[in-house]
């Protein structure tokens, strides 16, 4: 997986291949974009979904396997973007950088397995692509420096021609079958609701149109690409769709809580405010609220947008 760690809003994988014996059913690892909630992220959700293991582990955490590069690992990085800006201003990997990592544990690969064999996992591999959303929220809406020279028609272009880049970056090191996740309504965020949603808190509009637009190009790009790539297969799935029903009818889906999260006050703490070092209250049951914090949702919140992505697309690579 690439990108965000998933584990904050749904992420960045890249999947690498596995195999299942029985029914041959292959499925690449994914490399998440980050998170720091105490949920799954939908990444390992998926990973999980379709027998390839629980939890996907971190590229660079010090106690990786050599097996583990076969079955899935994860590069993403929290709070980056397709932006190059985005990962200076949060001191994060880049996506430059993540790329970089996944050709490097390319070499390891063909260590264990051999060229022949890493090039059929390639073949085979499901990449998943999650990234964007601290574009929106927290390049362009919270800090002014791409607001003084863009408005969020030409910045969504500046998003989606880097996406666009990235995407035949991957294809150029041998991925064929890439899923990438959409931008969710990040303006009904409960930290966005706090910031540009009124006393009443309700959701960011012109937030949740920048992701919708972003959403409208970057998926007409990925069109494109697969008239480009004819030997490959990029899916664009979309979660903003399933998430917004969600936001809007909580209790359909066994929530109570939508507008905030189970930590702290739950309009604006986030990541560190949210660990037991930092000694924030938290609700008594995590199970009916559909955030964490501020910023990612809860482990259950998770299992409804892997359902819904899992059933639709799971078919889409095969």
């Known amino acids: 997986?690439?990108?965000?760690?998933?584990?904050?809003?749904?992420?960045?994988?890249?999947?690498?291949?596995?195999?299942?014996?029985?029914?041959?059913?292959?499925?690449?690892?994914?490399?998440?974009?980050?998170?720091?909630?105490?949920?799954?992220?939908?990444?390992?959700l998926l990973a999980e979904g379709f027998g390839v293991k629980e939890i996907v582990p971190a590229y660079l955490d010090p106690n990786l396997q050599p097996q583990d590069l076969i079955t899935g690992v994860s590069f993403a990085s929290s709070a980056s973007g397709y932006d190059p800006l985005t990962s200076k201003i949060t001191s994060t990997i880049s996506m430059a950088e993540q790329l970089n990592l996944f050709k490097q544990s390319l070499t390891k690969i063909k260590a264990a397995v051999g060229e022949e064999q890493t090039a059929y996992i390639l073949s085979k591999?499901?990449?998943?692509?999650?990234?964007?959303?601290?574009?929106?929220?927290?390049?362009?809406?919270?800090?002014?420096?791409?607001?003084?020279?863009?408005?969020?028609?030409?910045?969504?272009?500046?998003?989606?021609?880097?996406?666009?880049?990235?995407?035949?970056?991957?294809?150029?090191?041998?991925?064929r079958r890439i899923a990438v996740v959409s931008l969710p309504p990040v303006g009904c965020l409960p930290s966005q609701r706090t910031i540009s949603g009124g006393i009443a808190r309700e959701c960011s509009e012109p937030t949740n149109q920048a992701a919708q637009l972003f959403n409208s190009k970057f998926s007409s790009v990925i069109g494109c690409l697969n008239q480009k790539f004819p030997d490959s297969k990029i899916v664009f799935l979309d979660a903003y769709t399933p998430l917004l029903s969600l936001f809007q009818n909580p209790a359909n889906y066994g929530f109570e809580v939508a507008t905030k999260g189970c930590c702290g006050t739950g309009n604006i703490e986030v990541s560190l405010l949210c660990t037991q070092l930092s000694n924030s209250k938290t609700c008594k049951d995590v199970t009916k609220y559909i955030f964490w914090d501020s910023y990612h949702p809860t482990e259950a919140a998770y299992k409804v947008l892997f359902t819904e992505l899992l059933n639709k697309y799971k078919n889409c690579f095969f």
């Open 125 to 175: 591999s499901i990449f998943l692509v999650c990234s964007g959303s601290d574009d929106i929220v927290n390049t362009y809406f919270v800090t002014p420096f791409r607001r003084l020279h863009y408005d969020i028609n030409s910045y969504t272009d500046l998003m989606s021609d880097a996406a666009s880049s990235f995407l035949q970056e991957l294809y150029g090191v041998g991925a």
């Open 1 to 44: 997986m690439l990108g965000t760690v998933a584990r904050e809003e749904g992420a960045t994988a890249l999947w690498k291949d596995h195999q299942c014996i029985h029914g041959g059913l292959r499925i690449g690892l994914y490399e998440p974009v980050g998170s720091e909630s105490l949920s799954y992220a939908t990444f390992d």
